[in-house]
């Protein structure tokens, strides 16, 4: 893959039966911001790739949020990288992997689909729209329709922020495998004024 590490993000969902679910997703389709207000955030859903490459729609990401209309992308940190490699394993339905990896759903503000505990920062989206342009994956559009963030991310001061979600970035080098990267360091500045 020749597109720069993306960020990671999990998705939360619930299914129609009520059964929480969650998974990493980034890769070169990611939440990415189309629009300051009202916010918009596309993330790629592919087939499942293993063991056997499966077709579109058979994520229950997928599955969960066509059936329930919402979801939230919750923003992990550096710590999370075990919980993400094993919540992006291919579960049977039914599978807790809240329960199974010892992670929190918790009551979101405004959506059904539960937020994840242990991240600092989420996106409680609506579905808009589901777009499939022909390649492997289909874009899931989301609403945002709340952004619920920890009192220790929100009381710092802009050029520490980042450093308190400690966010991370994919880069994918094939199937099940890749390698992370932090974006926890600021390496310069803009500021249009010096040059005015
Ligand atoms: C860091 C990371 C990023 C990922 N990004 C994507 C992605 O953008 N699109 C996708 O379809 N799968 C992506 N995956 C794979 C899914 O997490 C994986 O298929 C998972 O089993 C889906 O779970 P579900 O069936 O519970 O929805 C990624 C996995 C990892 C570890």
Known sequence: MLWPPSPVVWVSSLSKDGVADLAPFSLNQ???????WPQVIVIGI???TGPIVRGKGTKKTYQNITATKDFVVNIPSEEHIEKINLTALEKPPGFDKFKAYDLTPTPSQVVRSPSVGECKVHYECKLMKID???GHSEAVYGNVLAVVAEESVLSKKADEKVAAINPIYYYGVGAGKGLYFSAGRIIGERDDSKYT
């Open 30 to 36: 990611f939440y990415s911001y189309l629009a300051n």
């Open 132 to 134: 499939d342009y022909g």
């Open 46 to 48: 592919g087939g499942h």
